[in-house]
């Protein structure tokens, strides 16, 4: 069974300053997700990595993969308030529709 | 449409009744995904269609959910004889066909049993 484990589950920072947040994965996977989801609102979709050592940036977030460590990092530059909001990864097996999602990392920017 | 649309958005029933969310997915999307997410935590993967089929219905919790899709667009998730752990949001997304598209995500149901 695939299981994917984010840390932290809960992380306050202060504006200005950098932060990761990690996505660890048990079984071999093709891609893997980054969403974010404000309070009482659906998932939006940030990230698609597809490969060994992808990176993408948008913004002040950089999302990359390691699929042989089978680990996922989202780095937070120089945070800003409107970045607070619940940050999930989420994984698929080789060939598999079904996306199993992390528990989420509630990320809190003060001011 | 735009984006992938449900209903209703909030749902309040009483324990044993039925009921049913629908999910409209973007217009020419083939995959349709239902999800459940539970206060606090994190998404549980219920059911996914291809088309009109359901190659895997493997996170459906017990035999009172079911879920169909019609016309490979809109489909219903039907709960029977709800029970308050039920209650949560229902999460619909929807995709092109092929494992490496994202999935899109609608604003989701929530439902209360009470």
């Known amino acids: 069974e695939l299981k994917v484990e984010q840390n932290p589950l809960f992380l306050s920072m202060q504006e200005g300053k950098n932060y990761t947040i990690y996505c660890n994965y048990s079984?071999?996977?093709?891609?893997l997700y980054w969403y974010r989801q404000d309070p009482g609102k659906s998932l939006e979709s940030l990230f698609v990595l597809l490969s060994n050592g992808a990176v993408k940036q948008e913004g002040r977030l950089m999302a990359s993969l390691d699929t042989k460590a089978r680990l996922s990092t989202l780095h937070i530059t120089a945070a800003v308030h409107d970045l607070s909001a619940t940050y999930f990864c989420a994984v698929a097996p080789f060939g598999n529709e079904k996306l199993t999602f992390g528990t989420g990392t509630r990320l809190t920017i003060i001011p | 449409g735009a984006g992938v649309s449900q209903s209703p958005s909030n749902k309040v029933t009483e324990k044993g009744k039925d009921v049913e969310l629908r999910c409209d997915p973007i217009s020419g999307h083939t995959a349709l995904y239902w999800y459940r997410q539970r206060l606090g935590q994190g998404l549980e993967f219920l059911i996914y269609f291809q088309g009109n089929s359901a190659p895997d219905k493997s996170g459906l919790p017990s035999d009172r959910f079911s879920a169909e899709r019609t016309g490979e667009s809109v489909s219903t998730l039907t709960i029977q004889r709800t029970q308050q752990e039920d209650s949560a949001v229902y999460l619909c997304?929807?995709?092109?066909?092929?494992?490496?598209?994202?999935?899109?995500f609608g604003p989701g149901t929530r439902l209360t049993v009470l």
């Open positions: 997304a929807s995709s092109f066909t092929g494992a490496y598209n994202e999935q899109f």
């Open positions: 079984t071999t996977s093709d891609r």
